[in-house]
């Protein structure tokens, strides 16, 4: 079991960027992967973005171009860097780990975009 903490969110305009942070409990090396899912209004819990131990990453069509999804080993830390946030952008933002066997999910943060 990890414990995950995310931080960064806010409110911003349309246009706007934002930086979310998740501090893990332990090593992010020793995870399978990490990724950043988020969940909107009226909307179910989707992937966001996702990195591999091996740093290959992935992205929902939706972000792709405007998202950024990165770590550091040393501080046990996962960034998305957004880009050109869009009012469709505001959600939840969630923070997950896989090990072997277990997901572990932070408390989320909220990220509102204005128009």
């Known amino acids: 079991q990890v414990q995950l903490v995310e931080s960064g969110g806010g409110l911003v305009q349309a246009g706007g960027s934002l930086r979310l942070s998740c501090a893990a409990s332990k090593s992010i090396f020793s995870m399978n992967a990490m990724g950043w899912y988020r969940q909107g209004p009226g909307k179910q819990r989707e992937l966001v973005a996702a990195i591999t131990r091996t740093t290959t990453t992935n992205y929902a069509d939706s972000v792709k171009g405007r998202f950024t999804i990165s770590r550091d080993i040393y501080t046990n830390t996962v960034y998305l860097q957004m880009y050109r946030l869009q009012p469709e952008d505001t959600a939840v933002y969630y923070c997950?780990?896989?090990?072997?066997?277990?997901?572990?999910w932070g408390q989320g943060t909220q990220v509102t975009v204005s128009s």
């Open positions: 997950a780990a896989d090990q072997p066997g277990i997901r572990s």
